[in-house]
T-cell receptor, first 115, second 117 residues
């Protein structure tokens, strides 16, 4: 079964600093990977996804992630943090077999942006 | 267009009571998913519908949980004899299933926060 590990339940950065949120996956088949963001009291919004095209994936709000098969990683980055980036971020891997399809999520990383 | 909507946004009930949570997916989306998010955790899969049928209900924790999607659009998650451990945010998502094979984007609703006293 697929699984996702997000290192660091809380990450704090200063406004304008680099954002790096870590995600490692375990998958027995070629993985499809997703990053979602969740603002307080809201549902999850897709930031970006990797579906085996380009290994560097660009998403919304200036975020990007690089798929590294050798490291089984899909870390999320943003060059310069903005106050509005404060939220919880979830990495997920798609598990699909026998006509079923579901997302397996990590536990999430809460990002705080300090002024 | 309208996104995924869920009602109610909050539900407080007493232990042992029955609750129903409703999900309206994006129009035209054939796939619908329910997830449960406990405090401090990522969402956990409950059930997946393709059209009217439950293609995968392996995530339902026990037989107190049941979900239906009779006309292939709106879905209702039903919980019988609620327990305090059922308290969580219940999220619904839908997708168009155009790509298939695990690549489709799931669009999430805002969730229903269930509190069992």
């Amino acid at each position: 079964a697929q699984s996702v590990t997000q290192l660091g339940s809380h990450v704090s950065v200063s406004e304008g600093a680099l954002v790096l949120l870590r995600c490692n996956y375990s998958s027995s088949v070629p993985p499809y990977l997703f990053w979602y963001v969740q603002y307080p009291n809201q549902g999850l919004q897709l930031l970006l996804k990797y579906t085996s095209a380009a290994t560097l994936v660009k998403g919304i709000n200036g975020f990007e992630a690089e798929f590294k098969k050798s490291e089984t990683s899909f870390h999320l980055t943003k060059p310069s943090a903005h106050m509005s980036d404060a939220a919880e971020y979830f990495c997920a891997v798609s598990e699909y077999k026998g006509g079923s399809e579901k997302l397996v999520f990590g536990k999430g990383t809460k990002l705080t942006v300090n002024p | 267009g309208a996104g995924v909507s869920q009602t109610p946004s909050n539900k407080v009930t007493e232990k042992g009571k029955y609750v129903e949570l409703r999900c309206d997916p994006i129009s035209g989306h054939t796939a619908l998913y329910w997830y449960r998010q406990s405090l401090g955790q990522g969402p956990e899969f409950l059930i997946y519908f393709q059209g009217t049928g439950a293609a995968d209900d392996s995530g339902l924790p026990n037989d107190r949980f049941f979900a239906v999607r009779p006309e292939g659009s709106v879905s209702t998650l039903k919980i019988q004899r609620t327990e305090r451990g059922d308290s969580a945010v219940y999220l619904c998502a839908s997708s168009s299933r155009r790509g298939g094979g695990g690549t489709d984007t799931q669009y999430f609703g805002p969730g229903t926060r269930l509190t069992v006293l």
